[in-house]
């Protein structure tokens, strides 16, 4: 038997863009869980504290938390509340913002070790209340300016910035 022949015709050119050209409206509905470690970190930031953990193997006090530690490979459970100082491991100064406009004044990101913590271990921060960019040294001692207590949401951003403390 032979197979049924169906004859069609160009499409004009209108008809082909129509045919492919597909409109989708996608309802993108997510949840992000940050886990135990950095759930409970973010809560206590919202209540203006900085925890940490500690390794029962290593002793190392480690910023932000982890559930395990990466070096023994141990589960932690020890939980501490640090200072809200540190000290400024590394920095930059940018003069692009991070949707990439051009900045006047510049923004200072800078990775910051908390006081109490272990050496090397720090989070990322921005710094501010800084009069002169040049001023900013590795070594500076800076300490946490938080937003208002009702204003807080449980995210790194209840911490504003971390300004320099006077030596």
Excluded at 32 to 60: H, N, P, S
Aim: hydrophobic share 40%; net charge neutral; glycine share 8%.
């Amino acid at each position: 038997m032979e197979p049924k022949v169906i004859r069609g015709r160009d499409l004009k050119r209108d008809e082909f863009e129509k045919a492919l050209k597909v409109e989708y409206h996608p309802e993108a509905r997510y949840a992000w869980d940050a886990g135990y470690a950095v759930g409970k970190f973010l809560e206590g930031l919202k209540q203006g504290k900085i925890l940490g953990v500690r390794c029962r193997r290593c002793r190392r006090i480690l910023v932000p938390p982890r559930a395990f530690c990466e070096l023994c490979f141990v589960p932690i459970d020890e939980w501490l509340e640090l200072k809200d100082t540190g000290t400024v491991n590394t920095f930059s100064i940018s003069y692009v913002s991070m949707d990439v406009k051009r900045l006047e004044e510049p923004e200072i990101p800078a990775v910051i070790e908390i006081d109490g913590a272990s050496p090397g271990v720090g989070i990322l921060h921005k710094l501010g209340e800084v009069d002169d960019p040049k001023n900013v040294k590795i070594g500076m001692k800076v300490k946490a300016v938080w937003k208002p207590e009702k204003e807080r949401t449980g995210a790194i951003t209840d911490i504003l910035y971390f300004k320099p403390l006077e030596e």
